[in-house]
Structure formats: structure tokens, C-alpha cells
């Protein structure tokens, strides 16, 4: 069964800084691996979706890699903004018949001002 | 921008009542999902279907969880009699042609209190 683990759970960063949001899963058979943001009470916001043949992908001041052999994905905020406090969520589309997504826990961002 | 849209964004009701949550899909996907989210918990893939029928559904989407395209455009997912434990938020999603490949879309979510 598919896995998928995000760390660190909580980052509170300055205004300005880079920061890198890290996701793991467990079984490297996948499609895709899509990034979402999610504020408080709110619905997900795909930021990045990223093809299993992909290395990387880039929106903005985001960058999202991914490493399917170890079965890690990374997600680079540069020069961060109070605007992007909010949860970031990662999730991978499994091949096979169960092509739903499988979702981490998020990692809830602070940028303070 | 084309989005997912969700009704209502908010519905309290009494343990053991039927619950009807609607989505409006982006016009041209093919595909449509439910995902819960329990409060504090992960994202839970319940339900998925197309062509009008379901083409997976989870653990969790039991025989008190129904889905339906009633019309072209509308996406409902029904809780015949609603238990506690179904208090979350649930999200609709939807991807178009490029089913492999393709980018979900998620609504704002229809949060459901159950008391």
C-alpha cells in the first residue's frame, strides 16, 4: 500500500527566505505526483503536477522536483511571502487499476512578515 | 479560469439523515472523484467514476454512499443515513482527456457536520 510522508509536519519562516518542502512515498510505480496548496477551511490548489518521467517542474517562484528511484518529491519556495502561508499538500497518482490519489499530511507553512 | 464548484459549502444535519452534496465538474472532464478530509487528518480518496458509472471506490464508500451524474453537468455524491464519524469536508475533483497524465482539479469543498 502506497504511503506517502511529508516532513517537517510545520515550518515557520522570515519573510524572504528560500524553503524546501520535502514528500516521500513508498512504492516509486507511479504516474504522476501533483503539489497542492490548501489554506485554512479551504479547497486544494494544484500548484505543480509532475509526470514520472519528469525531473522537475517550475511555476514562479516554485520548483518542484522529483526523484521516482528514491521516492522523493521536493518542493522549492524562493523568496518567500507572508501570502504563501497555508498547507502544502503532496499526492501521487499510482499505475495499476487503483489511480486515485494518495496524499500525504501536508506540511502547514508560516512566513512571518 | 474553468473550476470545480461545490454545493453547499456548508450542511449541518442530524445523525442518521440523508445528505446530498452537489459538483459542477469543469464542462469538458471526463473524470470525477469525492475526497474526504477529516478534520485534522489526510486527504481520502472515497470514490471515482466515469462513462457514467464507477470505475473505483475505496474502503471507506460503503453501501450508505451513493454517486450520480443526473444530468450533463451536475456530480452528486448521497449519504443515505449519515453517522457521526461522516463529519469532514468533502471535495469534489475532476481531470479531463488526458486520464493517465492529467491534472486534478479540486472544488472548495462541502464541509458536512453531523450531530
Known amino acids: 500500500k502506497q504511503e506517502v510522508t511529508q516532513i517537517p509536519a510545520a515550518l515557520s519562516v522570515p519573510e524572504g527566505e528560500n524553503l524546501v518542502l520535502n514528500c516521500s512515498f513508498t512504492?516509486?510505480?507511479?504516474?504522476?505526483l501533483q503539489w497542492f496548496r490548501q489554506d485554512p477551511g479551504k479547497g486544494l490548489t494544484s500548484l505543480l503536477l509532475?509526470?514520472?518521467?519528469?525531473r522537475e517542474q517550475t511555476s514562479g517562484r516554485l520548483n518542484a522536483s522529483l526523484d521516482k528511484s528514491s521516492g522523493r518529491s521536493t518542493l522549492y519556495i524562493a523568496a518567500s511571502q507572508p501570502g504563501d502561508s497555508a498547507t502544502y499538500l503532496c499526492?501521487?497518482?499510482?499505475?495499476?487499476?487503483?489511480?486515485?490519489?494518495?496524499f500525504g499530511s501536508g506540511t502547514q507553512l508560516t512566513v512571518l512578515p | 479560469e474553468p473550476e470545480v464548484t461545490q454545493t453547499p459549502s456548508h450542511q449541518v444535519t442530524q445523525m442518521g439523515q440523508e445528505v446530498i452534496l452537489r459538483c459542477v465538474p469543469i464542462s469538458n472532464h471526463l473524470y470525477f472523484y469525492w475526497y474526504r478530509q477529516i478534520l485534522g487528518q489526510k486527504v481520502e480518496f472515497l470514490v471515482s467514476f466515469y462513462n457514467n458509472e464507477i470505475s473505483e471506490k475505496s474502503e471507506i464508500f460503503d453501501d450508505q454512499f451513493s454517486v450520480e451524474r443526473p444530468d450533463g453537468s451536475n456530480f452528486t455524491l448521497k449519504i443515505r443515513s449519515t453517522k457521526l464519524e461522516d463529519s469532514a469536508m468533502y471535495f469534489c475533483?475532476?481531470?479531463?482527456?488526458?486520464?493517465?497524465?492529467?491534472?486534478?482539479?479540486f472544488g472548495e469543498g462541502s464541509r458536512l457536520t453531523v450531530l
Open positions: 499526492a501521487v497518482r499510482l499505475t495499476g487499476s487503483a489511480r486515485q490519489l494518495t
Open positions: 509532475i509526470q514520472s518521467s519528469q
Open positions: 512504492d516509486s510505480a507511479i504516474y504522476n
Open positions: 475533483a475532476s481531470i479531463g482527456r488526458f486520464y493517465e497524465a492529467g491534472e486534478l482539479f
